[in-house]
């Protein structure tokens, strides 16, 4: 169990969208916040919280306070890590009463990362779907993901349990498809037809769904998602019914 005080603060590391909602959200919920990025020009800026009904206008931004990571770690009886896995090997070693929670879509890509620390245990894998029902998806296969998804549910988000790879399994059947599009360069073609007035309404929609991935995704998240390891045996499933129908 996490044994640190429960008036002690929640630790945010990375305070890039995902960071910034993560913070809100503990702000919201009463919790004092210890924060860090690696930019120093990048500060705490009041935004949606990962439950996007709660009202920011309540917010308590004095209960915030930039922090450097070693003193989130000395501090904190949770740390959200929101960055990127590969960064991971950045990170101080981990104190026996502190749990980092690495949010990661591909949460594969955080069990690669973990595989040299010593102090695995004491991290957990989640995954912030952000959507309506406020689901966060909590691995099984690391550390103490029970108080985690304790606080997960006190801060009034709605988690619930699953394994590495059932999650990216998942991922990879609803996530894969639109980075194989994207990389694929079907915006482009699209992107012609709608011009000449070729579209269908399905293909319309499909344009618009991409262009609007496109949007919402870096690079970076593109790249993480087509290294599902999940993802190829979806492609080859989705070949071979192609092949039986041939």
């Given amino acids: 169990m996490i044994d640190r005080l429960e008036n002690s603060p929640v630790g945010i590391i990375g305070l890039g969208n995902l960071g910034s909602s993560l913070a809100t959200q503990e702000l919201l919920s009463g919790n004092r916040v210890l924060a860090f990025d690696i930019d120093p ?41 929101a960055v990127a896995s590969s960064h991971l090997v950045n990170l101080p070693p981990v104190p026996k009463d502190c749990t980092v929670v690495l949010h990661d879509s591909v949460m594969n890509n955080s069990s690669i990362a973990l595989k040299d620390r010593p102090e695995k245990g004491q991290f957990v894998i989640a995954h912030c779907l952000m959507n309506d029902v406020k689901r966060v998806l909590v691995s099984t296969d690391f550390g103490d993901y029970r108080s985690v998804s304790l606080h997960l549910s006190d801060i009034g988000l709605n988690p619930k349990n699953t394994t590495v790879g059932e999650h990216d399994n998942v991922m990879a059947r609803s996530q894969g498809v639109f980075a194989l599009l994207i990389e694929l360069g079907i915006r482009q073609e699209l992107d012609k037809d709608f011009a000449d007035g070729n579209l269908t309404p399905s293909a319309l929609e499909l344009r618009a769904a991409v262009v609007n991935r496109e949007a919402n995704w870096t690079k970076q998240t593109i790249d993480s998602i087509l290294g599902n390891p999940k993802l190829l045996p979806f492609v080859k499933e989705m070949a071979g019914l192609l092949q039986d129908m041939d």
Avoid at 55 to 65: G, R, T
């Fill in 41 to 81: 020009s990048i500060s705490y800026l009041p935004s949606l919280a990962v439950d996007s009904e709660q009202n920011i206008a309540a917010l308590d931004e004095q209960a915030l306070s930039m922090a450097s990571t070693a003193d989130i770690l000395r501090a904190c009886g949770i740390v959200h890590w």
